[in-house]
């Protein structure tokens, strides 16, 4: 153990910048990883809290589209009510929401060591979220749809926790890049 130490430290001396994004980046991953497990396990079990909603449509902007010989209305946000209607919507949101309180303190204290502002972060951080899960709920309306065709709902509710926290983390990691910085705020 002393020798793989010894070896990052000599990496890390020779190489600051790339040790540092390697750093951030390793526990980046695993950290989303973990959040991403936790919101699957939330996104299993939070639509039975809802079931008792009405199943309706609600979602914007509800276009009809027909993939696979499945009809179902694309959303930005939200779901048809086929494919979970307001009940998925609501534990969805719930999971994901959940997911990113318990990430933002992480990624940012410990990930990227950052003492910046934290309302100013969490303000960017928060129109970060709200773009990302626009466009992955986008995507995931039409996996919902479709998957829900061929597999379960466990193994789809798997997929889409895979689809978000995986699009998530890619346009979060260079987020993150930007709103904590290292040490103390300018």
Known sequence: ?????????????KHPG????????GLFVIVSNLITVLKYLLLLFLPLAFAGLP??????PGIDITLFGETFKWNIIGYDAAHGGLPYFCAYM????VGECINFPIQRNFVFRSKG???????????????????????NCIWVAVAGMFVPGWLYNIGTTVLNGGVS???????NKIIF???EGK
């Open 94 to 97: 719930i999971a994901m929401v």
């Open 55 to 60: 199943k309706v449509d609600f979602g914007f």
């Open 18 to 25: 790339a040790s540092k994004w390697i750093r951030e980046g």
């Open 117 to 139: 502002k934290v309302w100013y972060q969490a303000f960017w951080y928060l129109i970060a979220f709200c773009i990302v899960t626009c466009i992955v709920n986008s995507i």
């Open 169 to 175: 983390m890619v346009v979060f990691f260079f987020v």
């Open 1 to 13: 153990m002393d020798s793989i130490k010894n070896s990052w430290q000599h990496f890390a001396d």
């Open 181 to 183: 910085p290292e040490g």
